[in-house]
Structure formats: structure tokens, C-alpha cells
């Protein structure tokens, strides 16, 4: 078949209408590991953690497909897309991205700490993609967790800026993000400079009233050290959430922030209840 041939069969395709191929999205702010089957669940871990956070998970409560994400540039995974510039909204919006490409339809969403904060904004802007979210151990306002609010802590997310700016800084972090790190991090390092610029996002997000659009059952899963903080934490949950419609709280104790490892039974239990609400 000559050129001239092969161009004009290209011609009465293109005339026909014929669909085209889509070329397939490959994220480039997280990768993605697919386990089990069953209907979708998309997992997004915390500040550091990677997705090995949730294959004990994903292991004990079988029957579903997980969707384990490990975001660039933590966790011993390269930077890629997170190399430079905002990292939270453009990492929701690939997530957001990722749901469509893949046609998940309307998935289960279960974010930790950070993943927490990315699960709300994916729920608050992209209500119709969400089928039920869960937030583990994070606040509208992640700066809460701390003590402090989202405005209050902008100078302190501008210094923080300053100090990575410095190798000398860098080497600092880095080593404080290892003694803080899960364990299942402690020897795959995290990019000091992607979880500086994370860290100093999420100092100043403030989700607040977008929480108020989210649609989808809510379900918060928070951790209380002992009895004696009970009362003072359950309060600060209730009132940070009280603007989403119908959200379930669930206190699990004594935990701290890392309740899927601290109390994984209980944690499991909580996620079995969660997936199986209609």
C-alpha cells in the first residue's frame, strides 16, 4: 500500500467518526498499587508514609479492590512531579484525575493525617467522583492538631521556608523527619524538600466551610492517647466537624496518630463497619 493510499484511508476514518485510542493518564505525583478485588478503595497515606501503611489493612479485611498510593517524593519514592512548586491541590486534582481515567465508579476514599486533608478536598470539589470517604486522624484545619489555626500559623510556614532553603537546613529535616517517620519508612528517606513544601501547605489550609459541600458519608476515625484526654479531644473533633452533614465520629484508644498500626484490630473494625455502610 502506497503513501498516497494510507493517507487516504486515514482521511475516511476521520470522516466516518471513528473513535480514537485515549492515550492512558500516568500520574506523576503518586503510584498506585492495585491489591485484591472486589469494589474500588483508593488508600492515601499520611506526611512521609508510603503505601506499605496500609497493606496490613488491606490484608485483614479481604473483598475489596485497594487502590494503595504512595505520593512522590516520600517514602524513598523520587520526587517526579512534586519536584517543584504547590504540591496538595495539583496531588488532589491527579487523584481526581486518576478516579476518572480509571473509571472507578464513585470509590470508598481513606486518607491518613495528610491523605485525610487530600480525601476532603477530592469529596468537597469533586463530590460526584467520591462514594464515601474516611479521614483518619485529621482536622479541617490540619494546624488544629498542634494547637494552633491555619492563620496563625502562616509566619511559621513562612520560616519554615526559610531554613529549607539552606543544605545545612535540609540535612536538619531530614534527619527529624527519620525519628518521626513510621516505621515502615525508617530506612526508605523522604524528600526534605517535598515535606517541607507539604508541611508548609498544610499549616495554612483551612477547609472549614468546604467541608459543608461534601456529599458523600463521612466517616471520622480519630485517635485519644488515654481516658483523661477523652473528653478534651472528642470536643475538638465534634466542634471541627459539625459543619459536615451527618459525619460519624469513631474515637479509638489509647492510640496515637498512627492508629492503623497502634490499634490495628480496632482500626480494621472501623474500616469493615465503614465499607460496609449503604
Sequence with gaps: MNRRILILAALAIAATGAPVAAQRFEPTRFSVETVGRGPDVIMIPGLT???????GTAAAVPGYRY?????SGFAGAPARGNARGAIMTPLADELARYIVDRRLRRPAIVGHSMGGTLAMMIAARRPE???RIMVVDMLPQPAGLFGGSASGWGPLAG???NFLATPGGRRLFGGLMTAFSPPD???RHSDPDVVGRVMRELATI???????RIRAPLTVVYAS????A?????????????????ARLVRIEPSGHMVMLDQPARFRAAIREFLLRS
Excluded: K
Aim: proline share 2%; net charge positive; glycine share 8%.
Design 206 to 212: 483551612d477547609q472549614a466551610r468546604d467541608i459543608a
Design 230 to 246: 477523652r473528653a478534651v479531644i472528642d470536643r475538638q473533633f465534634a466542634s471541627a466537624y459539625a459543619a459536615a452533614r451527618g
Design 49 to 55: 508514609a508510603g503505601r506499605e501503611t496500609w497493606r
Design 225 to 228: 492517647p488515654d481516658i483523661r
Design 185 to 187: 519508612t525508617a530506612n
Design 159 to 161: 520560616s519554615l521556608g
Design 67 to 71: 487502590h494503595l498510593i504512595h505520593v
Design 129 to 131: 467522583l467520591a462514594g
